[in-house]
DNA sequence: AGTACCACCTGACGGC
DNA sequence: TGCCGTCAGGTGGTAC
């Protein structure tokens, strides 16, 4: 699931609740989850630690401690947070448990295991290390632009491509392709500087409209693709049947009639 | 540089 | 009911 407005949405969920607690303790159910870290030393860095303040970039989660250090959290497909005071309350597949001091726990939550929680020392350095691209929330049309010259390939990869620029996935660079009127298979080079940027206008306005609606799939516009993207599902805008095509492995669903090229 | 394929994992779903 | 293949919104390595 989760794609830059889902870990936007995270962000916001840990400042509303595990910053600034001091913790207590820290429990490694699973190691597989662990990035290039022991549980050893992950428990020793976050021990009497508190969380002064987070940054996402991309998909990835960054929340800095009182001792500089930043704990790095990755959500795979199928991760997500929870705060919560009664142990019996613990989540299933919970993977990383932070206990605070007031009694709570922060978990780490990710059913197939396809996240990372690691460490780091700046943002920066977690950027270059995993070498991605500016967040797509936060690069201007130029950059934007400029990224795309010379590319080869289909706009859809581009667009999901985290080296390029970080922060969307299957759903998001599908959902800006239809409302950009952009087909997913769409070579980069074939498109023209107006279609450049109704894409980098779209982008920001889905991925904004997405934390704006906290990612609930109930309160998106019923406009969009996501709530629809099912086989045999018509189109909200004319009624088409939407299309299905592996574009780099991962389903693409599209309109034929307002997607046209 | 881009892409295909596989691997990492678990679980839900449909067909038989 | 059970078994099996397929699929799922992510990423990384390898081979072409």
């Known amino acids: 699931m989760p794609e830059l407005p889902d870990v936007e949405i995270f962000k916001q969920y840990m400042d509303a609740t595990a910053l600034h607690q001091k913790t207590d303790s820290v429990r490694i ?3 597989k989850v662990l990035a290039d870290v022991s549980s050893k030393q992950l428990q020793m860095t976050l021990k009497g630690r508190r969380f002064e303040s987070t940054t996402r970039h991309g998909k990835h989660l960054l929340a800095q ?5 930043f704990l790095t959290i990755h959500f795979g497909m199928t991760g ?3 705060y919560y005071k009664n142990t019996d309350d613990e989540p299933e597949h919970s993977r990383v448990l932070i206990r605070f001091t007031n009694g709570f726990h922060l978990a780490y939550v990710c059913q197939r295991m ?9 943002v920066r350095k977690f950027i270059e290390d995993r ?3 500016p967040d797509a929330l936060n690069l201007d049309m130029e950059t934007f632009h400029r990224m795309l010259a010379g590319k080869r390939g289909s706009i859809k990869s581009a667009l999901m491509n985290q080296n390029l620029l970080a922060g969307m996935g299957n759903i998001y660079s599908e959902e800006i392709l239809y409302h950009s009127g952009v087909r997913p298979t769409a070579q980069v080079k074939s498109l023209n500087s ?3 940027k109704k894409i980098f ?3 920001k306005k889905v991925l904004d409209r997405a934390i704006e609606c906290r990612v609930d799939p109930a309160k998106f516009p019923n406009s969009y693709l996501l709530p629809h993207r099912h086989k045999g599902e018509e189109c909200p805008r004319c009624g088409a049947t939407l ?3 592996k574009v780099n492995q991962r389903t693409a669903y599209y309109c034929p009639e307002c997607q046209p090229g």
């Open 65 to 69: 401690m009182d001792n500089g250090k």
């Open 114 to 122: 396809l996240g990372k929680v690691g460490l780091a020392d700046s």
């Open 201 to 203: 206008r779209n982008m």
């Open 243 to 245: 299309q299905q095509e």
């Open 29 to 31: 159910r699973n190691k």
């Open 194 to 196: 107006k279609t450049i």
């Open 80 to 82: 997500f947070l929870k």
């Open 131 to 133: 070498r991605l691209g």
